[in-house]
């Protein structure tokens, strides 16, 4: 028996090559009444293939999380947190998508198996956890000190042999309190977070899509590096 095809069920197949162009005007006039005239224009030519990319992914990632589940990928907010901004811009100029381990949160505290930032700013893919709330900045230290800490030093350098950027995305400017400042792991204890950058993604490859397959061979890549997160910081 057949059955009705779903959104979630579309295969990616590329964003439109004047997608782009959404950012510009948005960020020409930044206006939610321009925004809310081009809603839908911004959920066709972003939203909707980013999740259907994401999905693609997932789906091929299962096995290899397994027997860690993942949870349904998601797009973050467009709109920007004006609380404490002097910039009062209220939209960002770039979708971002995740896919995360199930049960951890969406926040930048969360640990990522995929996060994938695109728009005028930058290009961003890679995986791990941004920055560690109080509860992992504890878990993360008393484990970098530990034989877990060695594991972490092989899975970081084979994935800087192979041009993975992993580190911290920020760091302290020194080794935290109650290690030596010459602690063999000093690198690690200064990390806010830690995250693993994918290379380049290729000219045009947004356009296609290969993109899946080429993200989705670099998750895999970076598997290992997102399962020691879970498996020690929790």
Not at 68 to 80: K, N
Not at 94 to 111: C, M, P, S
Not at 139 to 150: K, L, N, S
Not at 156 to 174: D, F, K, T
Request: net charge positive; with cysteine; glycine share 8%.
């Amino acid at each position: 028996m057949s059955r009705h095809r779903t959104t979630d069920d579309v295969a990616f197949r590329g964003f439109d090559r004047d997608a782009m162009q959404f950012w510009h005007e948005l960020a020409s006039e930044m206006s939610r009444e321009w925004f809310a005239a081009n809603k839908r224009r911004y959920q066709s030519v972003w939203v909707e293939p980013m999740l259907a990319l994401l999905r693609d992914i997932a789906r091929g990632l299962s096995a290899t999380y397994r027997p860690l589940a993942l949870a349904e990928p998601g797009v973050l907010r467009i709109h920007r947190d004006l609380r404490f901004a002097r910039d009062k811009a209220p939209y960002k100029t770039h979708i971002a998508g995740l896919i995360r381990l199930a049960g951890d949160a969406i926040a930048e505290a969360g640990i990522a198996v995929l996060y994938l930032h695109l728009g005028l700013d930058e290009e961003y893919a890679g995986g791990g956890c941004y920055r560690f709330d109080e509860r992992r900045v504890a878990r993360w230290r008393r484990a970098v000190v530990g034989p877990p800490g060695r594991a972490l030093l092989r899975i970081i350098a084979s994935l800087r042999r192979r041009g993975y950027v992993a580190g911290g995305y920020e760091n302290y400017a020194r080794v935290p309190k109650g290690f030596a400042p010459d602690h063999p792991r000093a690198e690690l204890l200064k990390y806010k977070g830690l995250v693993c950058r994918f290379p380049t993604i290729p000219a045009g490859l947004l356009h296609q899509p290969q993109l899946a397959r080429w993200l989705l061979d670099h998750a895999r890549a970076t598997a290992p590096l997102v399962i020691w997160l879970r498996r020690h910081l929790g």
